[in-house]
């Protein structure tokens, strides 16, 4: 069993940056991919970003390439998205999911087998 908990959001203005992280519970943390999803007010959650095991593979959604980047360390059980260049299209309820397995469908919430609570993140214009 893996626990999530996620933290860092908040209210930044268009243009900001912000950090979020992941802290994870269980001892095979660092074996997991692991992926960040949002979700905005009356849409479905939606891929954002995922890394591998060991960190050496990422893939990002296009409407944040070149802005987020996913980043892990497994010496303390955690993984980062810190976003850059943030625009109030971005604004959603950030979420961190752990998925057991290698896959293709990496952005598929249902591939995932863990789920943190979530954090808002909140961009004015």
């Known amino acids: 069993q893996v626990q999530l908990v996620e933290s860092g959001g908040g209210l930044v203005q268009a243009g900001g940056s912000l950090r979020l992280s992941c802290a994870a519970s269980g001892r095979t943390f660092s074996t997991y991919p692991m992926g960040w999803f949002r979700q905005a007010p009356g849409k479905e959650r939606e891929f954002v970003a995922r890394?591998?095991?060991?960190?050496?593979?990422?893939y990002y959604a296009d409407s944040v390439k070149g802005r987020f980047t996913i980043s892990r360390n497994n010496a303390k059980n955690t993984v980062y998205l810190q976003m850059n260049s943030l625009k109030p299209e971005d604004t959603a309820v950030y979420y961190c999911a752990a998925d057991r397995h290698v896959t293709v469908h990496y952005m598929d919430p249902n591939e995932y087998d863990y789920w943190g609570q979530g954090t808002q993140v909140t961009v004015s214009s």
């Open positions: 890394i591998s095991g060991s960190g050496g593979t990422t």
